[in-house]
């Protein structure tokens, strides 16, 4: 789609050039020890123990009634996995990671604060990159990493989807971070503000937890079944609860994660703003945006199971909108 020439340049970055994308929202723990993948596999929704080095997969963390806990990015680095946490709450999964620890060979590090992450992303990304001096090749499938060397210091680069649009995420110790991300700046990577990253991630209907979930969420109501969850693994934390609901249930929950789509003239609603269909209370709104590509409001909420199908008529705060399929543009 053709973008406005109005539109703001970390936004035009994002879909057409190379942009540098903030993700000091996210936290890393440094999980060691022999044991670490089979540990991990009873607690993650995911297939742990399938990793190789070089492979990650996306997961949750849930409690025994099947709500998340946090969900996570699984890195597995021959010598350690990587987990890619909300940052707010790094500190209490490691504490909880911890304390199932008992026999098994195994250490949670929170190292959040000693190394930092900045994300390269959109279609230049690689020509960015690759400017500001990368020795060594960069990783082809999504949650794949590789060691290399950029702007002459030791770096871990994972390729990602996380911003909504494909890219990468280069991982160095917090003292290189500076001359990293002034590297990817004269390379051309233009800086991405909060508000332009959240446009291109409502876009493409991508959940953030702290915003579109929490410890209220089960994976399933946020449309996380294929990315998350493992149908083939063994068990896990909350698993019983997932199965009843794919299996008994055949996946009906009692509300879902849907997109809402605005006249051009309304207002972005606010977060937590009621959505209703006949008078009648139905969900709630999680996140909203302008979307520079589609010149209107869009937003993100939950409806309950009735009012899911694309083309429903709600309204939210009085205002009319159309429930429509995620994403509202490709990823």
Avoid at 83 to 102: K, N, T, Y
Avoid at 150 to 176: P, Q
Avoid at 184 to 204: D, F, H, I, K, T
Avoid at 231 to 242: A, D, F, N, P, S
Wanted: aromatic share 4%; glycine share 10%; hydrophobic share 45%.
């Amino acid at each position: 789609m053709a973008l406005k020439q109005d539109i703001s340049s970390g936004y035009a970055a994002l879909r057409s050039g190379a942009a540098l994308v903030d993700r000091s929202s996210s936290g890393r723990l440094w999980v060691t020890g022999r044991d670490r993948r089979s540990y991990l596999q009873g607690l993650l929704t995911n297939d742990i123990e399938a990793l190789t080095p070089g492979t990650g997969c996306y997961a949750a963390m849930l409690n025994a009634q099947g709500r998340m806990l946090a969900d996570m990015r699984v890195l597995e680095l021959d010598d350690a996995v990587l987990l890619d946490v909300p940052a707010g709450i790094a500190s209490s999964i490691r504490d909880h990671l911890a304390r199932f620890v008992f026999s098994e060979d195994v250490q949670v590090e929170d190292v959040s604060a000693a190394r930092m992450e900045l994300g390269v992303y959109g279609p230049r990304a690689q020509d960015a990159l690759a400017a500001a001096g990368v020795d060594g090749s960069l990783p082809e499938g999504v949650f794949q990493s590789a060691r290399i060397r950029i702007a002459g210091v030791d770096a871990l680069v994972v390729r990602s989807d996380e911003a909504g649009v494909a890219g990468y995420d280069v991982i160095v110790a917090a003292a290189d971070a500076g001359a990293v991300r002034a590297a990817l700046e004269r390379a051309g990577a233009v800086a991405v503000s909060e508000a332009e990253a959240e446009a291109v991630r409502v876009e493409s209907g991508r959940p953030r937890f702290g915003a579109d979930m929490d410890t209220d969420t089960i994976p399933l109501e946020a449309d996380l079944d294929d990315r998350a969850i493992s149908r083939t693994k063994g068990c896990y934390v909350g698993q019983e609860v997932i199965v009843r609901v794919l299996d008994r249930g055949h996946g009906r929950v009692a509300r879902k994660l849907v997109g809402l789509t605005f006249e051009t003239t309304a207002a972005v609603p606010d977060r937590g703003a009621a959505i209703a269909a006949g008078g009648r209370d139905i969900g709630r709104i999680t996140s909203a945006v302008r979307s520079p590509a589609l010149s209107r409001p869009i937003a993100l909420g939950y409806v309950h199971r009735d009012f899911v199908a694309a083309g429903t008529g709600v309204q939210v705060c009085g205002t009319d909108a159309i429930v429509t399929a995620l994403p509202f543009l490709p990823r």
